[in-house]
């Protein structure tokens, strides 16, 4: 699949995260979200704050893509609720 999507477009597609990565990852956003109570920005001027919200805009590109798991999708949901699909 990542091979076609190459051929199509002809930009690479990442590689999915390990699941330990991913658990990481939401983790930092959901730390981030009870500090701050709003959804990290991937154009903030602080660089922790970026690189979250282009985390997370990256795990909603895949979901529209249809390549984020269900599990993973519903993992997100838990933690950020329905904002996260109407940010970025």
């Keep these: 699949m990542h091979e076609l999507a190459w051929q199509i477009t002809g930009l690479p597609v990442p590689a999915q995260q390990d699941e330990a990565d991913f658990a ?13 109570r ?12 970026a690189r979250l919200g282009s985390w997370l805009d990256a795990e909603r590109a895949a979901d529209e893509h249809g390549a984020l798991s269900l599990k993973r999708r519903e993992r997100i949901q838990q933690v950020v609720g329905d904002e996260w699909r109407k940010a970025g």
Aim: glycine share 0%.
């Design 24 to 36: 990481a990852a939401l983790h930092r956003v959901e730390v981030f979200l009870a500090d701050y």
């Design 38 to 49: 709003h959804l990290p920005d991937p154009r903030a001027r602080n660089a922790y704050e």
